[in-house]
């Protein structure tokens, strides 16, 4: 198995709980789980470099872009694919070595109690799992036409 050296983590659907409450003033803002906030620190705490993708570029992105230690921050990135192969390039890390942990953590309808095993469980699987990803990513693409 391949050494992880780079997680690389959706900030809507994965740090945050992918919903939005707008204020009377407009502002958007969004729900954190501070069970998260930790497990982004402890990932980087254990020497993992850290990315962060996101398809807004909103105020609120500039809060998430200061608030935890990111090597690498890319946002108004609307295809997570063509990110994902931006991170590859400036990286100069393969796929093999990334860890994409999407919004597929929101769709799961299974309670996550412990969300640092959980990660660190996503992180040993994945290169495991990653050409099956990039499988799904391509298929809804087509589908899309």
Request: hydrophobic residues 35%; aromatic residues 10%; glycine residues 6%.
């Amino acid at each position: 198995m391949e050494k992880i050296e780079l997680v690389v983590l959706d900030i809507d659907g994965v740090v945050t709980d992918g919903s939005i409450t707008v204020d009377s003033q407009g502002k958007e803002l969004k729900k954190l789980n501070l069970k998260d906030v930790d497990a982004i620190f402890e990932l980087h705490h254990r020497g993992y470099r850290i990315a962060a993708i996101t398809g807004e570029d909103a105020e609120i992105v500039q809060y998430f872009e200061n608030r935890f230690p990111w090597d690498y921050f890319y946002k108004g990135s609307k295809t997570k694919k063509d990110a994902m192969k931006q991170i590859e390039e400036d990286t100069g890390i393969g796929r093999e070595h990334i860890c994409y942990v999407m919004d597929a953590m929101d769709r799961n309808t299974t309670h996550i109690g412990n969300i640092r095993a959980y990660t660190l469980s996503a992180l040993y699987n994945a290169p495991a799992t990653i050409e099956q990803y990039y499988a799904s990513m391509v298929n809804h693409d087509l589908a899309e036409g």
